[in-house]
Every structure is written in C-alpha cells, then in structure tokens.
C-alpha cells in the first residue's frame, strides 16, 4: 500500500466531510458488507417534541404535568429534555424534586412532592408491578405511528403516559438504498421499542431492526455480527454508542453528535448526512484500486 495514494484519499474525503483518524481505516472500511445506524439522532434528527399526553382518571393534566416534568427535569436524555420543554411550553410550572435517579435503558425513578415518581418503558413498570394493562393499547398505536411513548407511575399506580416524535433526515432514505445497492446489509439498533424502530425503519427502507437493546449491549451486537463473519461498520452519535464504535471494525461517529462518540469513533461524518457512509466506503474503494 502506498502511503501517498492513503494520503491523497484521506485528503480527498475530508474535502467531503469524512474524516478518517488514519490511513489504516480507509483499508479497512474497503471490506465492509455490514453497517448498523443508531437510530436517535443517526437515522433520526435526534429533537423529539412531545406530542401526546394521555393521563389516567382521578388525577388532573396539569398536576400529572408538573409531577412528570419535575421528574424528568433531572435527566440529561434528549427524551427527558422533550418531555420537559413541552410541558413548559404549555405554562406549567415544575415541582421541586427531593430525589432522582436514572435507570439506563429504562426511565428514571425520583420523588417529587413526596410521592414516589416513575417514568419510562412497560419494563420498567412491569419491574415495579405497576398495573398498565388498560394503557397498552392506546401505547401500541402510538408506537405503530413511530412514536416513543412513555409512561408513568405515582405510588406505584398507573397516571398517564406521554409520547414524543423525532422526525428522520430527509437523507436517510436515499442513504439507505444506496447501502443497499451496493449490496451492503443495513440494520438498525436503538434501545427504544420494537414497534417504534419497526415503525422508523419501514419510513427509511432498514427491515432489519433490533430493538431494546440496552445501553451496554450495543457492543454485544456488534460483536456477535463479527463472530458471524461481518465485517462491521457501527454508526452512532450517542454516549451509548460509544463502546459499539470502538468494537466495529470501522466505527464512524456523526460529526453534530457528543464527543464521547467522535474519540471512540475511526472516522467523523462531518456532515451527519447518511450518505457519508457510502462515500466513505466508494472512495476506500477508489483509493484501494490505486494501489494495488
Ligand atoms: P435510545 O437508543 O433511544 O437513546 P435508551 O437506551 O437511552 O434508548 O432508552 C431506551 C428507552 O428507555 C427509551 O426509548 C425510553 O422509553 C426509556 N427511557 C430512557 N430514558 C428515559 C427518561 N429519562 N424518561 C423516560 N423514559 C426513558
Ligand atoms: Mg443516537
């Protein structure tokens, strides 16, 4: 391999928003047949907005609001951060919170107003035997529309729900079938539902979804692609992605994403455009002609 047709490939890409972090990964991303996106903020514009709000009889809207905003004041996720302005965008005024903790992969449990406040997955209720029987239907349809819904607990009895939708890239679509094209499996991993991801991936053309993956077992599935003999691209944005990036044999970080991702990442798509992934692995291709 000539070191100068590296260079100019590496030259060449950064000119496209691809930066490779060494000569090396413009090899490897060559042999490539796999690509698994994160869907948040990869697939996804990754700004959900709330846009559902269903609460349970015997409480009023506005003090469900304050109690569930109060909770999710305290998380850094972009989920928390949707709830929370959309409760404030429709003048509602927080509790204060007397504790909080987070629960990756599932929601979050705190107190407020001294009650005992849950919000999060049907598995983070079903762990604290939460009754949420009669909800799941209307849940189901809002995931079936692509949408996350939540729901939420106060002392242990079902209050409500609350949904927020993310809108996906208008590039995502083409990106994808261009992947395809070029005969290369995409699959999607997100740790949000089945039916939702299910949902995002029919809107983009990924039929290859895995879903509710917890935050340490995106690397897992990196992994067990490579045992299977792929040769794995792992594209993500998030804190959560970082181990699977480094785990990928070519790990590919979206440059609007956290810096946690970009350092464990091989290369930065600069652009956050997907179509990034098929030219950095067309023009790993033309480099790799030139030398041999
Ligand atoms: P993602 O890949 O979508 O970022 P996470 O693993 O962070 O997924 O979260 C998985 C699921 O856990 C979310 O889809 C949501 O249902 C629930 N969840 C996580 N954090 C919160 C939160 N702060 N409030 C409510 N639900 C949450
Ligand atoms: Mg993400």
Do not use: C, W
Not at 254 to 268: H, K, L, P, S, Y
């Amino acid at each position: 391999a000539t070191p100068t047709s590296i260079m100019a490939g590496s030259g060449r890409a950064a000119e496209f928003g691809i930066l490779f972090k060494g000569g090396e990964h413009l090899e490897t991303t060559h042999h490539i047949d796999t690509v698994i996106v994160d869907k948040t903020g990869t697939v996804t514009n990754g700004k959900p907005e709330l846009t559902d709000i269903v609460v349970a009889s015997g409480i009023g809207e506005e003090e469900f609001l304050s109690l569930i905003g109060a909770a999710e004041k305290q998380s850094e996720h972009p989920l928390a951060e949707a709830i929370v302005k959309g409760i404030q965008d429709r003048g509602i005024l927080l509790k204060g919170v007397q504790s909080f903790e987070a629960i990756p992969g599932y929601g979050v449990k705190t107190v407020v107003d001294n009650k005992e406040i849950l919000v999060g997955t049907r598995k983070l209720m079903n762990s604290y035997n939460v009754d949420i029987l009669n909800i799941l239907p209307v849940m189901e349809e809002l995931e079936a529309n692509g949408k996350t819904a939540m729901l939420a607990s106060i002392e242990g009895q079902y209050a409500g729900l609350v949904a927020v939708a993310d809108t996906v890239k208008e590039t995502s679509k083409k990106a994808i079938k261009r992947l395809h094209d070029m005969n290369i499996e995409v699959i999607m991993m997100t740790g949000d539902n089945q039916r939702t991801a299910t949902a995002i991936g029919r809107e983009v053309g990924i039929d290859h979804v895995i879903a509710e993956v917890l935050p340490e077992g995106k690397a897992e599935e990196v992994k067990k692609l490579q045992a299977a003999g792929k040769k794995v691209a792992m594209v993500g944005d998030g804190i959560n992605d970082a181990p699977a990036l480094a785990v990928a044999d070519i790990g590919m970080a979206i440059g609007t994403g956290t810096d946690v991702a970009m350092e464990a990442a091989d290369i930065t798509l600069i652009r956050g455009d997907l179509n990034s992934i098929a030219d950095a692995i067309i023009m790993s291709h033309k480099t790799m002609r030139n030398i041999k």
